[in-house]
């Protein structure tokens, strides 16, 4: 069982940053972002691998940067440029065999709410 523990998230104006951090209990291969708004269902956001390999959702690429630090089972996710539509309850996943946003991930945080106000 590997636990997950998000911090960093914060309310913001349009165009500030955020960083945010996932500190895992253990080691797991995959991880991942993921965010849910009111009213909608979750998406993923990024996502990296033990070997720093990522990917992103279309419509954060060249604002957010997912990255991990493996000796310290820390994965952090830095939010630039950030907009109204970015606000959300960020969650971050753990434990997916296939690493992909379509993966089943085993283990989730307890979430951190990012608001971006325009």
């Known amino acids: 069982q590997v636990q997950l523990v998000e911090s960093g998230g914060g309310s913001v104006q349009a165009g500030g940053s955020l960083r945010l951090s996932c500190e895992a209990s253990?080691?797991?291969?995959?991880m991942a972002w993921f965010r849910q708004a009111p009213g909608k269902e979750r998406e993923g956001v990024a996502i990296i691998n033990r070997r720093g390999n990522t990917s992103y959702r279309d419509s954060v690429k060249g604002r957010f940067t997912i990255t991990r630090d493996n000796a310290k089972s820390t994965m952090y996710l830095q939010m630039n440029s950030l907009k109204p539509e970015d606000t959300a309850m960020y969650y971050c996943a753990a434990g997916a065999k296939y690493c992909d946003f379509g993966g089943t991930f085993n283990y989730w945080g307890q979430g951190t709410q990012v608001t971006v106000s325009s």
């Open positions: 253990g080691d797991t291969f995959c």
